[in-house]
T-cell receptor, first 106, second 120 residues
Framework: DIQMTQSPSTLSASVGDRVTITCRAS??????LAWYQQKPGKAPKLLIY???SLESGVPSRFSGSGSGTEFTLSITSLQPDDFATYYC????????FGQGTKLEIK | QVHLQESGPGLVKPSETLSLTCTVS?????????WGWIRQPPGKGLEWIEN???????YYNPSLRSRVTVSVDTSTNQFSLKMTSVTAADTAVYYC?????????????WGQGTLVIVTS
């Protein structure tokens, strides 16, 4: 199994801030990594695939980077709608998800 | 627009079989995509269960494979999940989704999810 570890588990920030979330894989997943946003009571929403490709309709303030075992999701100029939980997902070997990062308002 | 909707009993007794159906609308399930099930225990993270295409070709989470059966019905544009011998640990919101490309890629469309509680 490929284990995915996200950090931090919780992140406090203000509207307008820039934030970064990190996801580490237990072995190389090349660039087979996605990021999702989930709000309470809702299904996850795909933001980024192939580590750095922006899904259609997702604002350009979201960006992803990384390869191998270390990846980041960055959000510039945080908007009120961005406060949610974020998950990374590897799809190099089946699937596994990180434990999530809750982005909360400071 | 692709729309997915999960349906099935919200309560299941321990040791019994959980059965869920995902109805796809606005898109043909036979269009060459894979479709999958993902679950999320209350307050916890996401766990992938399986993917299937319209031919019945499927990929399973190895940790759940012995208890899971999936099927597809192209005539009704639905796919289904059966999980046997459920326990309280199977209590979760169950989502169905469409695989973006290939057989194991991210999910680009999701249903709203359905909560299944395992309780006697």
């Amino acid at each position: 199994d490929i284990q995915m570890t996200q950090s931090p588990s919780t992140l406090s920030a203000s509207v307008g801030d820039r934030v970064t979330i990190t996801c580490r894989a237990s072995q190389s997943i090349v660039s087979w990594l996605a990021w999702y946003q989930q709000k309470p009571g809702k299904a996850p929403k795909l933001l980024i695939y192939d580590a750095s490709s922006l899904e259609s309709g997702v604002p350009s303030r979201f960006s992803g980077s990384g390869s191998g075992t270390e990846f980041t999701l960055s959000i510039t100029s945080l908007q009120p709608d961005d406060f949610a939980t974020y998950y990374c997902q590897q799809y190099h070997y089946y699937y596994s998800f990180g434990q999530g990062t809750k982005l909360e308002i400071k | 627009q692709v729309h997915l909707q999960e349906s099935g009993p919200g309560l299941v007794k321990p040791s019994e079989t959980l059965s869920l159906t995902c109805t796809v609308s606005g898109f043909s399930i036979s269009s060459g995509y894979y479709w999958g099930w993902i679950r999320q225990p209350p307050g916890k993270g996401l766990e992938w269960i399986e993917n299937i295409d319209h031919t019945g070709s499927s990929y399973y989470n190895p940790s759940l494979r012995s208890r899971v059966t999936v099927s597809v019905d192209t005539s009704t544009n639905q796919f289904s999940l059966k999980m046997t011998s459920v326990t309280a640990a199977d209590t979760a919101v169950y989502y169905c989704g469409r695989v973006r490309r290939g057989s194991t890629d991210p999910f680009d469309y999701w249903g709203q999810g359905t909560l299944v509680i395992v309780t006697s």
